[in-house]
C-alpha cells in the first residue's frame, strides 16, 4: 500500500474522529442549562434543595434494604474510603448489627 494513501486515509479517520466528537459535545452543550420538568417525576426533596437544576439528568434507584440497614451503612460512609477490602467487612459487619 502506497504510504501517502495510508497518511490520507489516517487524516480521514482522524477528521472523522473530530467531527463525530464536535457534534457530540455540541449536542451535549446545547442541552445544557434547557430543562424539561416534564421529563421527570416531581420530588419535592430535590426541587427544595435543586429548585433550578443546569443539567436534565435524573436518576432513580430502588433499593430493597429497609431504612435502618440504609441508615447504618451511610453512618460508615467515610469509612467506605478506606478502601474496598475494609469497606467490604465494614458493610457487613453493620448489616450483621442490625
Known sequence: MNPAR???YGAAAAG???LGFGAW?????ARYV???PGRHPRDELLDRFVPNPEVDEYHQV???ASAAVIWQLCKL???WLRGPAQSGATSVKALQSC
Do not use: K
Open 6 to 8: 495510508l497518511l490520507r
Open 16 to 18: 472523522a474522529g473530530v
Open 25 to 29: 459535545s455540541a449536542l451535549a452543550w
Open 34 to 36: 434547557h430543562v424539561d
Open 62 to 64: 430502588e433499593v430493597g
Open 77 to 79: 460512609g467515610a469509612g
